[in-house]
């Protein structure tokens, strides 16, 4: 039975993450590293939702409708300062895949989010990271030659159009301003909280 309730909160909380998004997206400081405010609404809408998971389960369809469900997975996905909850929700979201709650292409989205900050090579390539030349790049793949095979299969659209498409979105003032010091700042936030331990 749906939950309007939790439906509308899941949407009101994504609904900030994105509006938050926007206004530092606009004068770029959201991509000269994880930005302080940013960063508190990712972890706020986090350990609520870790709270949701520990009354409900996974927050699939059935209960908060296909909208409620984007938004939870949304603010899971958003949870990266969180790494024992991303873990938990991936296998939270591959049974709901299973069952037909959320489509297949949220479990393999947050894998790679979760390999990405582990370290390990994607499986979909939907992680991105800033090349050399500072520009958006798919994160290391495994088995890259078959990539294309597996975003298929989950839904999504071919690697080389995704790249496009982000290359075509990235502004100048969206590129750290010293990849260099972005690059050890990210490191530096990896092992504080808890992603990496070298």
Not at 162 to 188: C, E, K, N, S, V
Request: glycine residues 8%.
């Amino acid at each position: 039975m749906l939950n309007e309730t939790l439906r509308e909160e899941l949407l009101a909380r994504a609904a900030e993450d994105a509006a938050v998004r926007t206004e530092l997206a606009a004068d770029g400081s959201l991509f000269q590293g994880y930005h302080p405010r940013m960063e508190e609404v990712h972890r706020r809408n986090g350990l609520r939702l870790s709270a949701l998971l520990d009354e409900h389960g996974w927050l699939g369809k059935s209960l908060v409708g296909e909208d409620g469900a984007a938004a939870a997975w949304r603010i899971a996905q958003h949870a990266i300062g969180l790494p024992a909850l991303q873990r938990r929700c991936l296998a939270l979201v591959r049974e709901a895949v299973a069952r037909g709650e959320v489509p297949a292409a949220m479990a393999a989205m947050l894998d790679d989010r979760i390999r990405f900050y582990e370290g390990r090579p994607q499986l979909y390539g939907t992680q991105f990271d800033y090349d050399d030349e500072g520009r958006m790049t798919p994160w290391i793949i495994e088995d890259p030659a078959h990539v294309n095979e597996r975003r298929r299969a989950v839904g999504l659209d071919p690697i080389e159009e995704r790249t496009a498409a982000y290359r075509a979105q990235q502004r100048p003032q969206d590129r750290p301003h010293d990849l260099a010091a972005h690059r050890r700042g990210f490191a530096d936030w990896l092992r504080r909280v808890g992603w990496r331990t070298e």
